[in-house]
T-cell receptor
Framework: QKEVEQNSGPLSVPEGAIASLNCTYSDRGSQSFFWYRQYSGKSPELIMSIYSNGDKEDGRFTAQLNKASQYVSLLIRDSQPSDSATYLCAVRNYGGSQGNLIFGKGTKLSVKP | DTEVTQTPKHLVMGMTNKKSLKCEQHMGHRAMYWYKQKAKKPPELMFVYSYEKLSINESVPSRFSPECPNSSLLNLHLHALQPEDSALYLC????????????FGPGTRLTVL
């Protein structure tokens, strides 16, 4: 059973701080990793994808991947109240076909003004 | 056009009704997905269409019937649903086998009475 694990939170950070979200996965052969943001009652929105070891930065977001440790993280710098949402880590399932994603249960982030 | 659209946004139906959910994308994506999401849970894969052919059916009950009339459209036909089928139904699409990023539509909030 391929699994993606995340702390459910809630993770609470003050406005302006760095929020750190973590994810581990069980399938060592996984190659593609994604972070989705989901506001309450809305659909998931893709915010970052990462395929190679190391860091990938996009604005205030940095994704970090360590395939040896089977670990992927998302850092949000200068956190804003509008970043309050559930963040879903997703890994592409290579065992199946057609690129379906395996999701973690999500980490709820709360940014306090 | 860089989005996935879904109609209706909300649907209330009785257990004897027949209704359909519609999903559309004009990005030239050749893989389309139906997910079901219950409150405080991650999206759960239901069906995958690749190049307009059903490639994955995750043991979904027959009261859910998918259809892909063309490369831009995906339908989900509903019949004799149960109250426990109430959920957010999400459509997603991906360019093709070579590209990994999957984009979600806004979802249809379904309530079965």
């Amino acid at each position: 059973q391929k699994e993606v694990e995340q702390n459910s939170g809630p993770l609470s950070v003050p406005e302006g701080a760095i929020a750190s979200l973590n994810c581990t996965y069980s399938d060592r052969g996984s190659q593609s990793f994604f972070w989705y943001r989901q506001y309450s009652g809305k659909s998931p929105e893709l915010i970052m994808s990462i395929y190679s070891n190391g860091d990938k930065e996009d604005g205030r977001f940095t994704a970090q991947l360590n395939k040896a440790s089977q670990y992927v993280s998302l850092l949000i710098r200068d956190s804003q109240p509008s970043d309050s949402a559930t963040y879903l880590c997703a890994v592409r399932n290579y065992g199946g076909s057609q690129g379906n994603l395996i999701f973690g249960k999500g980490t709820k982030l709360s940014v306090k003004p | 056009d860089t989005e996935v659209t879904q109609t209706p946004k909300h649907l209330v139906m009785g257990m004897t009704n027949k209704k359909s959910l519609k999903c559309e994308q004009h990005m030239g994506h050749r893989a389309m997905y139906w997910y079901k999401q219950k409150a405080k849970k991650p999206p759960e894969l239901m069906f995958v269409y690749s190049y307009e052919k059903l490639s994955i059916n995750e043991s979904v009950p027959s009261r859910f019937s998918p259809e892909c009339p063309n490369s831009s459209l995906l339908n989900l036909h509903l019949h004799a649903l149960q109250p426990e089928d109430s959920a957010l139904y999400l459509c997603a699409s991906r360019l093709d086998r070579s590209y990994n990023e999957q984009f979600f539509g806004p979802g249809t909030r379904l309530t079965v009475l």
